[in-house]
C-alpha cells in the first residue's frame, strides 16, 4: 500500500514537471549543469580536450627525448666500432688518445694502463675493460730449451709457454681502440715481433702507437751478475726492422725495503742518455715511483736533455707515496709524464693533483722562470700553449738586513 502511494506520488511529481521540459528550466536543473560543467573541467581550469591536447604534446616532447638519447647511444658505440684515423705507430700516445675521444687533453694522469694482458683470458679482460693502454710480455716459445721455436708468444717470465702467440695477440688488440706496450725480457724475441709488425703495419696498418719495452741497463739495488737484455743490439734491431715505434728502455731495478732502497745516481741516468741519444724515435723511459722523488735530481737532468723524453712511473707490490708522486706532477709537464700506478693510490693522486688552491712544491734545484711563472698546470699543454716568458721580465731585489727583508716580502717584489 505505501508502495503504491509512493509510485503515485512519483507520478504526481512527473506530471507537474512536464510543462518545464518545454519551457525555462528549474533552478535545480540550472544548477545541475552548473555542476556538470564544472565536472568537466580538469585541474580546475582545462576541458576534457584541452588535457588531452597537453597530455598528446608532452608524449610527443618524451619520444623525442628517448629519440635523441637513443641516437647519441648508437653514435658512441658506432664511434667505438669505427676503423681508428690513420696514425702513425711512432705518434705520441697521448695525441692517440685524444684523437681517439678517450681523453679530453694531453695529460699523461689521464692514460689507464693494463697489466701482462698475454694469455687470452687476461687478453680479453684488458680489451673488455676501460684500460687505454695494453701491457704485455713477449718471448719465445719454449725459450731456452730444446723446444725452442721462433714464435714470440705472450708470456711472463718463468712461462715459456702460452695459449696466446704475437700474432693473435696483434689481431685482438688491432680490432680495439687500444694503445700497444709490448715488453721484452729477453733479445731472442725482438728481431722476430718486428718482423710480425712490419707486416701487420705493411698489410693493414696498426693505425696507434707502439712502444717496445726492455730493461737495458743495470739500476738501482741490483748486483752486477743479474743480466740485462743487450741494449745496443735492442736498438740497432728497432732501427733495422721497424723504426716508427716510441721506445721505453729501462733499467732493472730491485727495491726490498729496509735494505734495499738506493735510489737512481748520476751514472746511471748518464749512462742511459748515451745509448740513447742519438735515436730518432720518442722515448719514454719507465722509473720505479718509489724512488724517483730521491732520484729527481737526476731524472728530471735526463728529462731535460730533449723534448722527445718522457718518463713512465711505474710501481712493484709496494704502492708509492701520493707526496713523492705530487712532487713528480708539480716539477714536470703533464704531457710528459705517464703514471702506471695501481689502485687505489692511482685515484687518490688523482684527487690530490686536482685539488683546488694546493701548494706547489717546487724543486730546489729547477728553473727560476718556472718558479716565478708556473706552467705546470694539467691544463696547459706542453711546448704549444705554455707562454714564454723572457728572464728580463724578472725583477731583482738586494736584502740587506730582516727590515729591508720584510719591505720585499709584504711588496711586490719578485726576488
Avoid at 165 to 186: C, E, H, M, P, Y
Avoid at 302 to 327: A, E, K, M, V, Y
Avoid at 379 to 396: A, P
Wanted: glycine letters at 6%; charged letters at 20%; a neutral charge.
Amino acid at each position: 500500500m505505501a508502495g503504491r502511494e509512493d509510485n503515485q506520488r512519483h507520478e504526481e511529481t512527473g506530471a507537474q514537471e512536464k510543462p518545464n521540459s518545454s519551457g525555462l528550466q528549474s533552478s535545480s536543473q540550472r544548477n545541475g549543469v552548473r555542476q556538470k560543467s564544472q565536472q568537466d573541467l580538469y585541474l580546475g581550469c582545462l576541458t576534457k580536450q584541452q588535457l588531452i591536447m597537453i597530455s598528446v604534446a608532452v608524449g610527443l616532447v618524451v619520444l623525442l627525448v628517448i629519440g635523441s638519447v637513443t641516437a647519441v647511444v648508437l653514435i658512441r658505440k658506432s664511434d667505438s666500432s669505427a676503423p681508428l684515423s690513420s696514425f702513425s705507430t711512432g705518434g705520441d700516445m697521448l695525441d692517440f688518445l685524444v684523437q681517439s675521444g678517450v681523453i679530453s687533453k694531453q695529460d699523461g694522469l689521464l692514460a689507464s694502463w693494463f697489466h701482462r694482458a698475454n694469455r687470452k683470458e687476461e687478453m680479453n679482460k684488458a680489451l673488455t675493460s676501460d684500460s687505454m693502454i695494453l701491457e704485455a710480455d713477449v718471448t719465445l716459445e719454449g725459450y731456452g730449451t730444446p723446444n725452442e721455436k721462433p714464435i714470440p708468444i705472450m708470456a711472463h717470465p718463468p712461462d715459456i709457454y702460452s695459449d696466446n702467440t704475437l700474432d693473435q695477440w696483434l689481431n685482438a688488440v688491432l680490432a680495439s681502440r687500444k694503445g700497444i706496450k709490448l715488453d721484452f725480457k729477453s733479445l731472442a724475441s725482438v728481431g722476430h715481433s718486428l718482423d710480425l709488425l712490419r707486416m701487420k703495419n705493411s698489410s693493414s696498418e696498426i693505425n696507434r702507437p707502439v712502444w717496445l719495452n726492455a730493461d737495458i741497463l743495470r739500476g738501482p739495488n741490483v748486483p752486477a751478475f743479474m743480466p740485462q737484455v743487450n741494449g745496443t743490439r735492442f736498438l740497432e734491431l728497432i732501427q733495422e726492422k721497424f723504426q716508427d715505434v716510441t721506445l721505453s728502455p729501462g733499467w732493472m731495478v730491485a727495491y726490498s725495503p729496509p735494505l734495499f732502497t738506493q735510489t737512481y745516481t748520476r751514472l746511471m741516468v748518464e749512462d742511459m742518455y748515451d745509448m740513447i741519444k742519438d735515436v730518432p724515435q720518442k722515448v719514454t723511459f719507465p722509473v720505479h715511483a718509489l724512488l724517483v722523488q730521491r732520484g729527481w735530481q737526476h731524472i728530471s737532468w735526463l728529462l731535460s736533455q730533449s723534448p722527445r723524453f718522457s718518463l713512465t712511473l711505474w710501481q712493484g707490490s709496494i704502492h708509492p707515496n701520493i707526496s713523492d708522486l705530487l712532487f713528480v706532477r708539480d716539477n714536470s709537464y703533464p704531457a710528459r709524464v705517464y703514471y702506471d700506478i695501481y689502485e687505489p693510490t692511482l685515484s687518490e693522486f688523482k684527487q690530490a693533483a686536482r685539488q683546488q688552491g694546493r701548494v706547489r712544491r717546487f724543486y730546489p734545484g729547477g728553473d727560476l722562470m718556472d718558479f716565478l711563472f708556473p706552467a705546470h698546470t694539467s691544463d696547459l699543454h706542453f711546448m704549444s700553449t705554455v707562454t714564454q716568458h723572457n728572464s728580463e721580465e724578472v725583477r731583482w731585489f738586494t736584502v740587506r738586513d730582516l727590515p729591508s727583508l720584510m719591505v720585499q716580502l709584504t711588496g711586490t717584489g719578485a726576488l
